[in-house]
């Protein structure tokens, strides 16, 4: 049975740091990309960031770049997402997703949530003073 579990999140002041993990099971983790998507309170799904199966290519959204950081280390079967200058608006619900299909990468990951088959439960950040 395919599992992700998500860990890491937390309440943060403006201009702070935290760090996602996403704890990976249950099927081959390294040879499929997986992204992070977050889901703001009353708003839809928004994807964040995808990083190709073997680590070498990152992708984000714009609003994130420059501050998000995602890595995987695919001797632990994780994925990381390590954010700094965090604005309020990045509160949100944060979860990681597995491509359906191995070794496929698209750069562009937006309203794209058919690629995925499989989500964690997700992790509440929220970014306040």
């Known amino acids: 049975e395919v599992q992700l579990v998500e860990s890491g999140g937390g309440l943060v002041q403006p201009g702070g740091s935290l760090r996602l993990s996403c704890a990976a099971s249950?099927?081959?983790?390294?040879?499929?990309?997986m992204s992070w998507v977050r889901q703001a309170p009353g708003k839809g799904l928004e994807w964040v960031s995808a990083?190709?199966?073997?680590?070498?290519?990152?992708s984000y959204t714009d609003s994130v770049k420059g501050r998000f950081t995602i890595s995987r280390d695919n001797t632990k079967n994780t994925l990381y997402l390590q954010m700094h200058s965090l604005r309020p608006e990045d509160t949100a619900v944060y979860y990681c997703?597995?491509?359906?299909?191995?070794?496929?990468?698209?750069?562009?990951?937006?309203?794209?949530?058919?690629?995925?088959?499989?989500w964690g439960r997700g992790t509440q950040v929220t970014v306040s003073s």
């Open positions: 249950g099927f081959t983790f390294r040879v499929y990309t």
């Open positions: 990083i190709s199966a073997d680590g070498d290519v990152p």
């Open positions: 997703a597995k491509y359906k299909d191995a070794f496929r990468f698209y750069f562009n990951n937006s309203d794209a949530n058919y690629r995925y088959d499989a």
